[in-house]
């Protein structure tokens, strides 16, 4: 069983920048896809963006599409989330999470097998 640890959050202003990482036990080639979620308080857990593990296709949530990034560097088991311009609505504590098994992306929780504790992100003034 993989384990999955995030790092990265932070408090920063609205405009402003961060990258998260996601640091696996092992390597993440062995699974079909990762994914990056987040979750603000008194609301459901949401899919951010997704990469595939054999192809490297990305996928994005339209709340996050053009300011967010993700990518992976499979030498280091870690996959990031590059997340700029910043707004308010982002604020949410990020988990990154893996499956097993998959055919086509998916950035619906229940579908993931695997999940990280989780990194704060708020954005401020």
């Known amino acids: 069983q993989v384990q999955l640890v995030e790092s990265g959050g932070g408090l920063v202003q609205p405009g402003g920048s961060l990258r998260l990482s996601c640091a696996a036990s092992?390597?993440?080639?062995?699974?079909?896809?990762t994914g990056w979620f987040r979750q603000a308080p008194g609301k459901e857990r949401e899919g951010v963006s997704c990469i595939n593990s054999s192809d490297g296709s990305t996928h994005y949530s339209d709340s996050v599409k053009g300011r967010f990034t993700i990518s992976r560097d499979n030498a280091k088991n870690t996959v990031y989330l590059q997340m700029n311009s910043l707004k308010p609505e982002d604020t949410a504590v990020y988990y990154c999470?893996?499956?097993?098994?998959?055919?086509?992306?998916?950035?619906?929780?229940?579908?993931?097998?695997?999940w990280g504790r989780g990194t704060q992100v708020t954005v401020s003034s």
């Open positions: 999470a893996t499956r097993t098994i998959g055919y086509y992306f998916s950035l619906q929780p229940d579908e993931y097998d695997f």
């Open positions: 092992g390597s993440l080639l062995d699974y079909y896809e």
